[in-house]
């Protein structure tokens, strides 16, 4: 997971004009399971202030260069980058895409799901 914050100056129009590379690098990739802006509390009037990336990667380092490689970043968009590490679990099994780069892992919250019902293993994900 990716929290990108852009820098407070220097930087307007910049996300307008970057935002078509920034959505063809993402959706090529083929690794992001979610991403949107972020906005302040008062909602979306004073436009984006950061980004939220989801995404699939085989460890830290290689979201963090995923993180580096995105054009908002390389256009200097982005004064704060923070990576972490999360799994998501489906609960609701609603929305589902499988693990590319372990097809075979089950994490331990997938044998929990199965004890309390409700879990469709085909569509839940489980991120590294």
């Known amino acids: 997971m990716a929290w990108c914050i852009d820098k407070a100056d220097g930087v307007e129009g910049l996300r307008g004009r970057t935002r078509s ?63 972490r590490r999360i799994n998501e679990a489906d609960v609701s099994g609603k929305h589902g895409i499988g693990n590319k780069y372990e097809p075979e892992y089950r994490d331990p919250v997938e044998y929990e799901l199965e004890d309390v019902g409700g879990y469709e293993k085909e569509k839940t994900p489980w991120l590294i």
């Open 21 to 83: 590379r920034h959505l063809e690098y993402l959706t090529q990739s083929g690794r992001v399971v979610a991403a949107g802006p972020l906005f302040e509390r008062g909602g979306e009037e004073e436009g984006p202030v950061g980004s939220l990336v989801i995404l699939n990667a085989v460890s830290m380092e290689d979201a963090r260069t995923f993180v580096e490689e995105d054009p908002y970043n390389e256009a200097g968009l982005f004064g704060e980058v923070t990576v």
